[in-house]
Every structure is written in C-alpha cells, then in structure tokens.
C-alpha cells in the first residue's frame, strides 16, 4: 500500500529568514517520519519548497505511516520552531493531491466517499481522493480520520476478496442418535393438519390453535426451566430499529440486504393523499408509484436481532455493582428478514417468533452465566424434547450480520449454534444461539459499571419456528409419540379450526 500527498503548511507571515531552520528541521525529520514503522520504512519528504508564507510539502509513505499521519506529526514542532524563534504561526493545511495505491486484482464499481477517481491497471488499484479547490476531503476529515476508514475499507474488502477467512464452523458436542418417529416434513403435515396457513407476505405463516399451543409450550418450559430458576425479568424491547440503534449495533455496516425497511409518510396530512385514495377506489389498486413519492426516507426497519433496541434503556448509564449481573428477556414480538430466495417451510421465514434472553456484568459474570444457560439448554433438549441434536462454535452472530467472518478477537466471546437433525430431508438446522458478545454492546451504547470494570454481555436467541421444525420433524405431530415430559406440559390439543 502506498501514499502520495502534496500539501501545504499555510503560515502567519513570510518565513524567508527561517528557511535555513526549516531546511535543517525537514533534513532531520526522519525519526518523525518512520517511528513506529519497521526500519527503514514509513513516510519520506520527497519534496519541500518555501514559497514566503506557505511550506508546500511532498510526502510519499507506505501503510506503516500513513502519508496524512506524517503531515499531522510535522505540524506541532514546525509550528514550535516557527513560533519560538520567529513569531510565525501555522494557520492550518491545504491538501492538493492526495493518492492511495493498493494491490488488487479487481476494481471496485461503485463510488466511495471522498473518492474522485479510482483507476485498476496492472494489479493495482489506484483511488485519487477528491482533495484540493472544491475537494470534499480537506484538513478537518483529514483530522477526521477520514482516509483511514478508507484504508480500512479496501482492507476489508481485499482480505475477503482473498478469500480470507471463511465462516467458522467446529463441532462442540453432539448427543446421542434418538431413532426418528417421523420422517416427513412437518411444514406440510401442519399445513394438512389445519394447524398453520401461508401469510399474505413473502416468507410469513399464520399460526392456527394448534400451532400457537406448541409455540406457548416451548415458550412455558423457558419460562419454567430458564427464566425462573436463573432469574431473568421479562421487558419490551422496541421492534422498530432506527438507524441510530443500527449504528450503535454495528448493523449499520452490513444488515442492508436482509432488511425490511420501514418509511413513514412524508406526511398525515389526508388531502396529500387523497389522490391515491382515489385512484384506488376507481380502480382497486395501490398505485405503488404514486405511494413511493409521498413515503419518507426509511427510518430503519423492522427487529432483526431483538437485542438491540434492548440497549437504549441503559444507554449513557453507570450500573451499581449490585445490578449485576443483570438478566432481561423479551418475546414481545416479530423478527424480520428479507432470507434468500429457497424459502422453504417455517424453518426459514421472513418473519418468526424468537425469545430473547439478554444478560450483562463483568466478564466472570458473563461466561458464568453463559455457562448456566448451556446447563439449562441441555436438560431441555434431552429431558424434555428428546432430540438429536448438537452445538457448534461459530462465526459470531454480531460480526455475520455485520458481513465479516471468522472468530472474534476477543477471548471467550463467541457464538454456540444448537443444530438439530430434520429426518425428512437430513439437515441439520440452527435452532437456536447463545452467544457471549464481549464488550461490544456495552461500549456501543456507552454504559458503565460502577466498579470502572469493563463490562461484557450475552444474548441467546430462541427461535419458537425453529424449535417447532426441530421437535416436529423429529417427533410428529402426533402427541402419542411425544416424550412424556414434553407431553404433560402441552396437555390438552386445542380443537383448531375447521373447514368444509
Ligand atoms: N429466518 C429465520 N427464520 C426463523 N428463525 C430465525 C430466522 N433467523 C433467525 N432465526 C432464529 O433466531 C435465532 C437467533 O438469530 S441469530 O441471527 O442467529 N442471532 C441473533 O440475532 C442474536 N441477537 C440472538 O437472537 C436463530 O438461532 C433462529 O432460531
Ligand atoms: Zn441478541
């Protein structure tokens, strides 16, 4: 990787008398410009120039000092020896060139910020910042930050390009083979059974009588079997995310392509909608185009991962160490995600039904109560659903969604999928998670312990479609196969609904 820029110290006064003093000071700039770069490397003044109240400067570096960092270390002691010496100030830096030139064995198609031109020629790819008169990308984003995200951003996208690293799968535990009961696919045999029917929407079911008193069930043994024993207290976390809870979640990164977005109208106002009352009562039919030029821009979209919203209630605050470690759940409504197009059954749907269990404290607490959950989730699925099931560690949750790969750096911080086997077709299939997020939710939404240690979470997400896919293809839809345990706690079969 390297950097090319010319800019120039813009002073208070002409500086002829000191150009032996500059002169000396660039000749012996080399430790400023290569500390921290291994020998040898870092940036270079290629070229300086006085020219009476302004010090043009070219500085070519490679990725150990950037460019713009050498210019930010020159400015305090040039301004001290200009100061001192001669009573002139450094008023401040013009950029007019700025290039960064990376390998790559492919361009990037579309724009990026503060970006003019980007030009790919023999391997290399070559991004000419949009700096200079009338440039986007001056002293302040230079202070910014701004062309070190853009660094890291062609990082990113070359260390996937590579293929870097892939999504982390490693098996955990697996329990025993439990012989099938049933071997067919449980989204039809409901859908025959009366007890779901297809939604209106893309990937959307209604739940009959049925269906609803196994989702209940699961719902009671978390109850009885978490909840309770550990000491969760149930809260309602918002189900429509703005971009503010986005950014802080870190969705903001990546989540676009899976999202339902959601517009308000551009306003309440009935007489600005009139028109398309109209034209839907003349000719029963939305007229889409006309809607999407009086919606607003999408504020956000509908929940995707349920916890986020969670953290706006302890957003900027100090938690007394006797809160911790804090245990909350919500189950107050709909996920939402726009999933790839083989839709199948309600294993994967657009919309579904998950508890959320969050928990925070100290890193100890964290693990610790991670710990406690696994213990739980393990009698469940043996002693009470009986199935065949088994976890695995993976790629975290919090960096899938946010399009990254791999493990978290963060030791101990990591995501287990609970997986079971569907007989019918022979899948395995994730039916739930529990994670332990490290810091990264804390940090987001800046909330502090009051003993200033750092403070770590978890969340583990129970998919109620996912546990009934899991349970049903395993076990029917008849009660008589049902594990006892499981079966005492349904008790009675609701009647559903008939049809002629
Ligand atoms: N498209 C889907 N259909 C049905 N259930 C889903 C779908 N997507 C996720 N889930 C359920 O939600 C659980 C957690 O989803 S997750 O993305 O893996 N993890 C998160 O979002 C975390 N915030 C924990 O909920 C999954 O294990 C699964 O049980
Ligand atoms: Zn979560």
């Given at each position: 990787m390297r950097f090319h820029l010319e800019a120039s110290l813009r002073l208070s006064a002409d500086a002829g008398a000191a150009e032996k003093a500059i002169s000396d000071f660039i000749r012996d700039a080399g430790p400023i410009l290569e500390k921290g770069a291994p020998e040898g490397q870092g940036a270079k003044i290629t070229e300086w120039r006085l020219a009476k109240n302004r010090i043009d400067l070219v500085i070519d570096s490679d990725r150990y000092v950037r460019a713009h960092d050498a210019l930010l270390r020159l400015r305090r002691p040039l301004s001290e020896l200009l100061g001192k010496q001669y009573r002139i100030g450094v008023r401040g830096m013009d950029v007019t060139a700025f290039e960064i030139e990376v390998e790559s064995d492919?361009?990037?198609?579309h724009r990026i910020p503060?970006?003019?031109e980007?030009?790919?020629?023999g391997g290399r790819l070559r991004l000419i910042l949009d700096v200079g008169e009338g440039g986007t990308l001056g002293q302040s984003e230079i202070e910014n930050r701004i062309p070190d995200r853009i660094v890291s951003l062609l990082e990113e996208k070359l260390?996937?390009?590579y293929g870097g690293k892939t999504e982390h799968w490693e098996l955990l535990w697996e329990s025993e083979k439990r012989e099938p009961k049933f071997r067919a696919d449980p989204t039809e045999e409901m859908q025959k059974a009366g007890w779901i029917k297809h939604g209106s929407a893309r990937g959307q079911w209604i739940y009959g009588p049925q269906a609803t008193h196994l989702f209940r069930t699961f719902e009671a043994i978390v109850l009885e079997e978490i909840i309770g024993p550990l000491g969760y207290q149930e809260m309602i976390f918002p189900k429509l995310d703005t971009w503010d809870v986005w950014k802080k979640s870190g969705h903001a990164q990546g989540v676009y392509p899976e999202i339902y977005f959601v517009c308000p109208p551009k306003t309440r106002d009935p007489a600005f909608w009139e028109e398309v009352m109209d034209y839907y009562k003349v000719t029963h039919e939305v007229p889409l185009e006309l809607v999407k030029e009086k919606i607003d821009l999408p504020i956000g979209g509908m929940c995707y991962a349920q916890c986020p919203t969670f953290w706006g209630f302890l957003q900027g605050m100090t938690l007394p160490n006797g809160e911790l470690p804090m245990r909350v759940f919500d189950r107050s409504g709909t996920s939402h995600r726009y999933e790839s197009?083989?839709?199948?059954?309600?294993?994967r749907v657009d919309e579904f039904h998950r508890i959320e269990i969050v928990w925070l404290g100290t890193k100890e607490h964290t693990l610790e109560e991670a710990e406690k959950l696994k213990g739980c989730y393990k009698h469940i699925f043996e002693d009470i659903l009986e199935l065949t099931w088994r976890t695995a560690w993976v790629t975290p949750w919090f960096m899938a969604q946010e399009g990254k790969t791999g493990l978290s750096e963060m030791t101990g911080a990591g995501t287990v999928d609970y997986e079971a086997i569907l007989p019918y077709n022979g899948n395995w299939i994730e039916f739930q998670n529990l994670s332990v997020n490290g810091e990264k939710y804390p940090k987001g939404f800046t909330v502090k312990a009051q003993s200033g240690e750092a403070l770590w979470s978890g969340c583990s997400g129970v998919g109620l479609e996912r546990w009934a896919s899991a349970f049903l293809s395993q076990k029917g839809l008849d009660p008589s196969n049902w594990p006892e345990e499981f079966?005492?706690?349904?008790?009675?079969?609701?009647?559903?609904?008939?049809?002629l």
């Amino acid at each position: 990787m390297r950097f090319h820029l010319e800019a120039s110290l813009r002073l208070s006064a002409d500086a002829g008398a000191a150009e032996k003093a500059i002169s000396d000071f660039i000749r012996d700039a080399g430790p400023i410009l290569e500390k921290g770069a291994p020998e040898g490397q870092g940036a270079k003044i290629t070229e300086w120039r006085l020219a009476k109240n302004r010090i043009d400067l070219v500085i070519d570096s490679d990725r150990y000092v950037r460019a713009h960092d050498a210019l930010l270390r020159l400015r305090r002691p040039l301004s001290e020896l200009l100061g001192k010496q001669y009573r002139i100030g450094v008023r401040g830096m013009d950029v007019t060139a700025f290039e960064i030139e990376v390998e790559s064995d492919r361009e990037i198609a579309h724009r990026i910020p503060y970006v003019r031109e980007m030009r790919h020629e023999g391997g290399r790819l070559r991004l000419i910042l949009d700096v200079g008169e009338g440039g986007t990308l001056g002293q302040s984003e230079i202070e910014n930050r701004i062309p070190d995200r853009i660094v890291s951003l062609l990082e990113e996208k070359l260390e996937k390009g590579y293929g870097g690293k892939t999504e982390h799968w490693e098996l955990l535990w697996e329990s025993e083979k439990r012989e099938p009961k049933f071997r067919a696919d449980p989204t039809e045999e409901m859908q025959k059974a009366g007890w779901i029917k297809h939604g209106s929407a893309r990937g959307q079911w209604i739940y009959g009588p049925q269906a609803t008193h196994l989702f209940r069930t699961f719902e009671a043994i978390v109850l009885e079997e978490i909840i309770g024993p550990l000491g969760y207290q149930e809260m309602i976390f918002p189900k429509l995310d703005t971009w503010d809870v986005w950014k802080k979640s870190g969705h903001a990164q990546g989540v676009y392509p899976e999202i339902y977005f959601v517009c308000p109208p551009k306003t309440r106002d009935p007489a600005f909608w009139e028109e398309v009352m109209d034209y839907y009562k003349v000719t029963h039919e939305v007229p889409l185009e006309l809607v999407k030029e009086k919606i607003d821009l999408p504020i956000g979209g509908m929940c995707y991962a349920q916890c986020p919203t969670f953290w706006g209630f302890l957003q900027g605050m100090t938690l007394p160490n006797g809160e911790l470690p804090m245990r909350v759940f919500d189950r107050s409504g709909t996920s939402h995600r726009y999933e790839s197009g083989g839709i199948h059954g309600i294993e994967r749907v657009d919309e579904f039904h998950r508890i959320e269990i969050v928990w925070l404290g100290t890193k100890e607490h964290t693990l610790e109560e991670a710990e406690k959950l696994k213990g739980c989730y393990k009698h469940i699925f043996e002693d009470i659903l009986e199935l065949t099931w088994r976890t695995a560690w993976v790629t975290p949750w919090f960096m899938a969604q946010e399009g990254k790969t791999g493990l978290s750096e963060m030791t101990g911080a990591g995501t287990v999928d609970y997986e079971a086997i569907l007989p019918y077709n022979g899948n395995w299939i994730e039916f739930q998670n529990l994670s332990v997020n490290g810091e990264k939710y804390p940090k987001g939404f800046t909330v502090k312990a009051q003993s200033g240690e750092a403070l770590w979470s978890g969340c583990s997400g129970v998919g109620l479609e996912r546990w009934a896919s899991a349970f049903l293809s395993q076990k029917g839809l008849d009660p008589s196969n049902w594990p006892e345990e499981f079966r005492r706690r349904f008790g009675e079969m609701p009647k559903g609904i008939r049809f002629l």
